[in-house]
């Protein structure tokens, strides 16, 4: 792969490049640049497969120079600090991120997967989610999906509940679609915190925006608006009842 550099620290340049030399071989360094003006013109001269972008560099931010590509033909690796809102962002859309300094096992593992997306040709799609959802007064709104053929842009407000299958997780949507994605229900859970969706039992994490009744027979169950009937753990019945009333 063809790789450029975007950081306004001469050093992490560096280390980046001399671990890209040692970890990944097979790629090829086309540029450097240290802020936006000249990582647009890098990027337009050099049409690099791969970009490491940093998310705060001079004249701007790595968004800066992602929004001047509407049409893009190359992946981004996000180089950021420790900047939780942008690192929750980075993995509801999918994008692939490092945090300073980098760790060589976590670089070896984004080129990998940067290199996929990219010969799949939809490096463009987890972009476009994350610039929906980088916008700190907003809630995030969308969410990458990816199954064994095809990666999706999903609402949050399409999700009905997600069901736990041993390392796989099924996102039950409206519309009766459904998609199977290998990432645990419990990351899930994580990354979802704070939007209206609640774990209420091992194998199930249901969007309270789309729950229809809670009915407290035979050890309780929750009916949602696609007509299905879940289970509702014991210590789980008063953490379901507080939520449904902050609704």
């Known amino acids: 792969m063809r790789i450029a550099i975007i950081d306004d620290e001469p050093d992490l340049r560096a280390t980046t490049k001399a671990l890209l030399e040692l970890y990944c071989p097979e790629t090829i360094l086309v540029g450097e640049a240290d802020g936006v003006k000249s990582g647009i ?22 968004f800066d120079i992602v929004k001047a590509f509407p ?19 980075f993995k509801f859309s999918a994008v ?18 940067a290199k996929s997306t990219y010969e799949q040709g939809i490096s463009g799609l987890p972009l476009q989610a994350l610039e929906t959802n980088l916008n700190p007064k907003a809630d995030l709104k969308h969410v990458i999906l990816k199954d064994a053929e095809k990666v999706y842009l999903v609402k949050l ?4 509940r997600c069901e736990s299958s041993d390392n796989y997780t099924r996102f039950h949507l409206t ?11 419990k990351e899930y859970e994580t990354l979802f915190n704070g939007h209206h969706f609640l774990r209420c039992h091992q194998s199930h994490l249901i969007n ?12 309780g169950s929750v009916r949602m608006k696609d007509q299905s009937v879940l289970p509702v753990s014991t210590r789980k019945k008063d953490t379901l009842l507080k939520a449904l009333e902050q609704l």
């Open 41 to 62: 013109v890098l990027l337009q001269e050099t049409k690099p497969d791969l970009v490491f972008l940093d998310v705060e560099i001079n004249e701007g931010t790595g």
């Open 71 to 89: 049409q893009r033909n190359f992946s981004v690796i996000f180089v950021t600090g420790h900047n939780e809102y942008a690192v929750r962002a």
């Open 96 to 113: 692939d991120y490092l945090l300073k300094p980098i760790d060589p096992d976590e670089l070896v593992q984004a080129v990998a997967k």
């Open 157 to 160: 407000e399409e999700i009905i």
């Open 175 to 185: 519309e009766n679609r459904s998609i199977l994605v290998s990432t645990t229900l």
């Open 208 to 219: 309270l925006q789309h729950f229809d009744f809670f009915d407290k027979r035979e050890g």
